[in-house]
């Protein structure tokens, strides 16, 4: 994924949080960057107590979208 925002004062981590969270119909608060904060790989979590699964079918679905 890449977004528009500059690599400054985590500004582009930020982003790319705010967009997973809307691209899973997540709140902003419930992606946190557990690994690559300052780094251009990152790893993220999903904090979704309600329902795990929808949260994979979502991941298929972005996955198999062109």
Not at 13 to 23: G, I, L, P, S
Not at 27 to 56: C, I, M, W
Request: hydrophobic share 50%; glycine share 4%.
């Amino acid at each position: 994924m890449s977004v528009a925002a500059r690599a400054v004062d985590g500004a582009a981590t930020a982003a790319v949080c705010r967009a997973v969270a809307d691209a899973f119909g997540l709140r902003a608060r419930d992606v946190s960057v557990v690994t690559g904060a300052t780094a251009r790989t990152k790893v993220l979590e999903l904090a979704s107590p309600d329902d795990p699964v929808a949260l994979r079918e979502r991941l298929n679905a972005l996955l198999d979208s062109p």
